[in-house]
């Protein structure tokens, strides 16, 4: 591979970003636009990243005393009309079911058996959720309740981007239920952090945890806490959001309970969701030219052995090889689990295949030819450092140290993000005018560009909020690591008591 | 618990059989009725057997070769026409989504913004898999196809029943293209094994595996196979289905592939699906007058430990002995992976935890009071044997026979199904007197009643289906299990080639 100039993908980042992540989407086979519109069809290799996102949450949710229940995809309207600002958040994006039949009119089918009650496909389901709860919960020591729920969702979505803005998504939605708020702001910061240590963890893909401004607030929710992270765009994508909902919800739903002392009292209750938004951030932090490089710990492969054959008669022996490499190598563990190893048997051109592995991301590919058979080797290519030249490895040394690489490649797709995202974040802006110089550069395509993130004081004057809209810039969040102290606001000049992440976002 | 007669569910399925189902549903936290017409919350107890149950059935999923995808969850209606047999088939039951936006009108949230063309929530997903497939596959090297989807469908059911029969449930549809027919069913035999496995062996539900006729095919398919269970009242239930669709789908959504020869062919397609409504068979199947009883390997919990405890001094000294069991207990192994064992430390009289959980079927729990950690044992009750005499182990006993234990609860739950379902089917039914007369006897409750299923020559004539139709009982299969030579056929007298089973059903 270390002999073409050719990207794999094209255009490049440089050429056109945009149209680059488009590429990468399709050039790895991640998913394709549906006939629906502003839907996606998620294919296996997106489809299985997904999974180990999945399955990476899911056992800390249980973990940490979660239990997983499944919700109504329909919500009748008097539900969502409940919690005012909720439905003020949601009614502009929401599929509505208005029949239960198709009947044929002029020879083409249409709706008949019209609903009494209209009912939308759920946006997010604290609406119906809480109404679970209140039947549920009665005394303190039904508290707390703590649900989790993996499902689909829909908000149409006017300008639809496959993963990252799609009107139907997968997504998992926390709900709680608490006697305090003491305890529901607990649970609030422990899945604030699940989600930090998932998604830099297994995803490699750093964030800064915080709170969101007043603006940015979930509809609804007293605070909401996320997690952002930078693209190589320079744009912030939010990647996880925990909300406390105080007892806004529970008092639109009533859900009570009776404490010790026999008084009735309303729960505090907490909702939090992540999504396949986060396969949107993860192509867009550890894209290249190339196409996607997938971390270890969540690529549905580790190992692809790419047969190189020649003429038929290598074919047994080669194939077999194969299957002996394999075999070794499913036997190392990496992640406390086997390492995932594929041969890819396609009948088609070696190099062919070769570049599909690179534009999915394999984190290792396993050259096989003849001259391997009888050497007992393969030739290693590393999907981190693809322009690199091969090595030839004996099967020992590649067993021995694979569990090592994985590793390796892990935790150098980390810094290495974190390392763009620092050359992109300005801590030392001095006022507005140089705070609307920096935003007013990112123009065109902001791939390894000017502009970026910017840290610095803010008062949280809601009318700063509109202000910066003008710039195309929003409050990422007030990061949960702040330095103390005060500091002159960077818009307003007024005193301020915690510093803000500023950029532009998708 | 020996000491009761009193039982833990009312009424019993002699009492009233269709209500004690709705009980023991209730009785152990399975799901509830949701606020939507025919829709339910599925509780975490029920969720988590579906998860067990996924488990299962997504590992030989993946290990016969076969991919986890996603598709939109809304049909555009310009697909479901497509077919005609097929849009016929589900044409009344769909739910139509017919606008996108929310607006206040006269006070009230209405419906706004129309869509161009109105989509119905998916009951099923050939129509637009099959637009995918053609989009996908163009030669025979992307040969064979094999997906599949883990999904919520919608049929609006009239009749809703929790489990059985709810408009919104839960499923997984598997797609497969393939290049021969050949190929094609041997997929579809290779699917309904599987449910076979995993519905004979982990849910310890046995079945009789065979083929639909024609008047029970899913509408559009070539052939259609499925798995039959008897519930307690003598009553079948479809527990999964595989379909041969030959190249219906194929034609109507142009899913062709080139030869190696170059010339163009339409594929030969598959779908398969097993969906939550198992668990409304495992009730069904192993359910008694104290609630459920969950086969080991599908359990959420293998072992409940529920202390005794009188007085707060105890309090500390046997929740630490508790704990103590619980971490030898993990420690055993069962099914391949660790033991669930779980500590209920609910503050509430301990009578009600252990009926809580005689309810909930878990198969072991341990009783555990200031007298056992003296003595450093437990009162073990097995739920498959309540009513018998709890025994006092030590800790090393319940240790060393923890696993055998489990195995054998998983054996003899499904012996026993096995010989409830042996003694209600008739293979000696002589001529169409008798057999109205055996279905007749089927009146009012029917649990340990007279009826069943009948196995008996069948002429497969279309038109006896509906003369079943009059007695209320449908051709549940031709099973595969076939005698060979023919005989006179039970309804008509003539001569028949395969065997059929009669039955009701759900």
């Known amino acids: 591979m270390a002999k073409s100039n050719k990207t794999a993908i094209s255009p490049t980042r440089g050429d056109d970003y945009a149209e680059w992540y488009q590429q990468v ?24 990243l997904w999974e180990n996102v999945q399955g990476a949450m899911d056992r800390r949710f249980k973990e940490t005393g979660h239990e997983n229940a499944y919700f109504p995809l329909l919500i009748p309207l008097r539900f969502i009309e409940k919690e005012a600002a909720h439905v003020e958040g949601f009614a502009k994006e929401m599929a509505v079911v208005t029949h239960h039949r198709l009947e044929a009119q002029d020879g083409k089918l249409a709706p008949a058996a019209p609903l009494e009650e209209p009912m939308v496909i759920r946006p997010t389901s604290e609406t119906i959720i809480g109404e679970a709860f209140a039947g549920w919960i009665r005394s303190y020591r039904d508290l707390p309740v703590k649900i989790n729920q993996w499902a689909n969702v829909m908000r149409w979505e006017m300008r639809p981007r496959l993963w990252l803005r799609t009107s139907e998504f997968l997504w998992q939605e926390g709900h709680t239920a608490h006697a305090t708020e003491a305890e529901a702001r607990e649970e609030v910061m422990t899945m604030l952090e699940i ?13 800064i945890p915080g709170e969101k401004s007043e603006g940015e607030r979930f509809p609804g929710a007293v605070n909401t806490f996320t997690i952002e992270a930078m693209m190589q765009d320079g744009k912030a994508l939010q990647s996880g959001t925990s909300h406390y909902l105080g007892q806004n919800f529970s008092k639109a739903a009533n859900i009570r309970f009776q404490t010790e002392n026999g008084d009735w009292e309303f729960c505090h ?4 969701g992540a999504s396949t938004r986060l396969i949107g951030g993860l192509i ?6 190339d196409g996607l490089r997938v971390p270890p710990r969540i690529a549905p492969d ?9 003429d038929e008669a290598q074919q047994g022996p080669v194939m077999d090889y194969a299957e002996t490499i394999a075999k070794r190598l499913r036997g190392q563990s990496f992640d406390g689990a086997p390492v995932r190893v594929r041969i890819d048997g396609r009948k088609i051109a070696s190099q062919e295949k070769k570049w599909d592995w690179v534009r999915k991301g394999v984190p290792v590919t396993l050259e096989v030819g003849p001259r391997d058979v009888e050497a007992g080797g393969a030739a290693l290519a590393r999907r981190d450092r693809v322009r690199d030249k091969k090595e030839i490895l004996s099967l020992d040394e590649i067993a021995g140290q694979l569990e ?12 290495e993000a974190k390392a763009y995202r620092s050359a992109r974040c300005r801590d030392d802006i001095a006022g507005f005018d140089d705070f609307k110089a920096y935003f007013d550069a990112m123009k065109g395509n902001t791939f390894n560009g000017d502009g970026g993130f910017v840290r610095a004081w803010w008062c949280e004057d809601a009318a700063t909020e509109d202000q910066l809209k003008e710039l195309g810039v929003t409050v990422r969040c ?27 976002s998708y």
Request: contains cysteine.
């Open 195 to 207: 989600y930090r240590e998932v998604v830099e963890e297994h995803m490699a893909v750093p964030v």
């Open 404 to 415: 090592e690489l994985l590793w390796g490649i892990q935790s150098n797709l980390f810094e």
């Open 25 to 48: 989407v399709k050039g790895a086979d991640l998913a394709e636009n549906a006939p629906v519109r502003g839907c996606m069809i998620i294919r296996p290799w997106g489809y299985s």
């Open 269 to 272: 209750t907490t909702s939090w």
């Open 302 to 310: 580790h190992v692809v052995i790419v047969p190189i054959i020649r």
């Open 284 to 289: 867009m932090t550890h894209g290249d030219d």
């Open 478 to 504: 007030l990061p949960l690591d702040q330095p103390g102290g005060e500091g002159p606001c960077v818009l307003t000049g007024k005193p301020a008591k915690r510093m803000a992440i500023f950029a532009k």
